[in-house]
């Protein structure tokens, strides 16, 4: 089978988990036989690649955040979500000359995902898109701020194959106006490494509980609220409670601060980002993994990580990971605030939990979350997407010309309106 | 089969043959075929409103939420969802943002798509980026509209589209008195070149919807003291009466007006001076754009070059009311013939079958 897979990032030239993924998934299918280019963006800095079947040639906007883009982000964003007839054009070449069985879609935003979509829907190849956010919405969303028509439009004029990471993130994708057609299917998140060696023993008292956070110091991923649970604790008088923080963002100054606030100096230590391998030794170290994420979180890989290492997760109920470990057997869930993550390790520390079983369990359980196993789903869902019937194929020329015509018109509607 | 035809125009207010085009060749493409076909025209509106014309045909304002902008600037969310949901959309005003937007909407759910050029060229993004070329099949109204494409692909025209029912002649022995111009009061209409030209004595109506307050003044000021009427936004009843008592329909539309600005396409068609023929009134038309395809010079009225000739025809139909009656009897029998509504619909018909067949 041959893959095109297009992503806005591709490691070395990363963010975040999204693309890092994408790159394992491409090991893995050239593992299995299968001829995969990618086709991704220009990186702003030179990156060292030696893989001719990467082509970093797709132009990418930073439009996240608008002091990024001054001063008219919106120009800049509606090239970057909807629409650059450039990035058609390059697709085109590679898809000619490439002749992939299947499209591969990854992460769309910066890249103009909105045309890159439609224009591999209209030509008619069989697509499969990846979705490890809300893309979609993310991509539509410079309309009126709470209209859902441009989702709506966009996402059902598309009918082929979506791999959502979680039921919840493709609620949430309705909620924004999202219709998925065609196929939706859910895949869980993997690990990359092998499975980790079995944890024998786990904490039952005699040394202060090991916590542990782990990822980016972001306000959505709540590690404030796993502070302030501390906090609880030790105003009940436990004081026998360690969180270690791995990780880094836009909030470590304030959880520095606010670590202060609450007087928990002596039982919280920040060690920064460290690498996949050092924070893994770290899953091997912790007892309980503390992820007070917001309940949006489309899957929450961290927890799938640490239980792989029999380090037992207390999780915000209602996050993607929570449909594929379950609470009581594999985690712990709570609700999302110091009250409920306090309780949830209340009830660790006073043996309420049995903190043994969850690990053990979780750490069985995840061997159906490792790569080999989840490739075997993901490959079998890019071999029906290549079989599939495809409506006919629009001319090249048209495509491009629409996506011309588009940018015209985008422009007008989002940038300058009348 | 359900037809999508967008257009500009709200409908509430129908101003000129541009905007009542589509109308009417949506009312004969579901007179044509009873039953089997609904057409919806396709409006931006300030708020949503769907309401029947008459059966078959339907008329939906469509929310957009750019307050103020009206028209073919204007794009509606809910009007790209409507034309997804047609086995065939047909985009009137084809040069306006929001025509290019349809057509862009309907290639991408993968519906035929028939365009038309009104005239009304807001946007010249989609001429130059080659909208036409999207486009299943391109209808213009004229030889001319079908030349001022320039385009090498074919294009198919569709005349006329007259509702023949309701413009038909007066009874026999109605009196008619006065020269008319019928449409909307503009330079490139070329009223004052009529004012001018009109003979002393010959009472001349001016009828229609004043676009241009300055021109409107500058017309009154022309006429003085002579036998000139002005009616502003005459209901269709009172403009049929005004055609049924017409000696002739004057259409002086003009390339160059008389500011010296030049209009490229000043008619496309003349849907006024074709209702007038309708009731019986013979036409006197300048040799302008479209105009000429639609009179038969000498049989259904005269074409001429100038104010001259404009005048001389005139003086010459006040002057024989059997040559008038002659040549309107038979500009009636023209437009029924050729360009009814109904005619035009079975031709718009034919075409989209093929469209939506293949």
Sequence with gaps: ?418 | MHVAFTTPATFSDIRGGGERYPLNLARGIARASPGNVEVELLAPAEESSRHPVEAGVWVRGCRTDRRGVSGGAAVSWELIEAVTDADLVHVHQVFTLLGEAAVLAARIARRPVCVTDHGGRESTAGLQLGLLDLADALVAYSRFGAASLGTTRLVTVVEGGVDTRFFSPPPAGTARRHVLFAGRILPHKGVDLLVSACPPGIPLVIAGTPGDPGYLEELRRLAGDRDVTIVLDPPDEQLRDLYRTALAIAAPSVHFDLHGAYWAHPELMGMTMLEGMACGAPAVCLRTAALPEYVDDGVTGFVVDDAAGLAGRLTELAGDAELGHRMGAAATERVRASWDMEVAGRLMLDLYRGLVGG
């Design chain 1, 1 to 418: 089978m041959r893959v095109l897979t297009v992503t806005n990032f591709y490691p070395p030239d990363a963010v975040g988990g999204y693309e890092v993924a994408c790159a394992q998934m491409v090991a893995e299918l050239r593992g299995r036989g299968h001829a995969v280019r990618v086709l991704t963006a220009t990186p702003p800095a030179p990156v060292r690649d030696d893989d001719p079947e990467v082509r970093r040639l797709l132009r990418r906007d930073e439009t996240a955040n608008p002091l990024l883009a001054p001063p008219n982000w919106r120009a800049t964003a509606t090239r970057s979500f909807i629409v650059d007839s450039h990035n058609v054009e390059l697709l085109r070449q590679e898809v000619e000359a490439f002749a992939p069985d299947v499209v591969h879609l990854w992460n769309l935003t910066g890249v103009a995902g909105v045309s890159l979509a439609l224009a591999v829907e209209l030509r008619g190849l069989p697509w499969v898109w990846h979705l490890g956010d809300a893309v979609p919405i993310w991509l539509t969303a410079l309309g009126v701020a709470g209209d859902r028509s441009f989702a709506r439009r966009f996402t059902r004029s598309l009918t082929g194959t979506w791999v959502a990471n979680s039921q919840g993130l493709v609620d949430e994708i309705a909620a924004g106006g999202g219709e998925l057609q065609g196929r939706v299917t859910l895949m869980p998140d993997w690990i990359a490494q092998p499975p980790a060696p079995r944890r024998r023993e786990w904490w039952d008292g005699g040394r202060p509980l090991r916590c542990l956070s782990a990822g980016q110091l972001a306000w959505e991923k709540g590690v404030h609220i796993a502070l302030e649970a501390l906090g609880l604790l030790r105003d009940e008088g436990r004081t026998d409670v360690e969180l270690d923080i791995v990780g880094d963002g836009p909030e470590r100054f304030g959880l520095e601060a606010r670590v202060g606030r609450l007087r928990l100096e002596g039982q919280v230590r920040f060690h920064g980002r460290l690498t996949p391998a050092r924070t893994r030794d770290w899953f091997d170290t912790a007892d309980v993994l503390l992820f007070p994420t917001a309940p949006r979180e489309p899957f929450g890989w961290v927890a799938l990580g640490a239980t792989d290492h029999g380090c037992v997760p207390i999780v915000t109920a209602g996050c993607g990971v929570t449909e594929w470990l379950m609470d009581g057997v594999h985690l712990i869930t709570a609700t999302r605030d110091a009250e409920g993550f306090a309780a949830a390790l209340h009830d660790v520390l006073t043996g309420r939990t049995d903190l043994g079983g969850l690990g053990r369990r979780g750490q069985a359980a995840t061997r159906d979350f490792h790569l080999d196993r989840v490739a075997d789903r993901h490959e079998r869902d890019l071999l029906d997407a290549a079989a599939s019937p495809r409506p006919p194929a629009v001319s090249w020329e048209d495509i491009l010309r629409m996506a011309r015509i588009g940018e015209t018109i985008a422009y007008r509607v989002f940038v300058a309106p009348a």
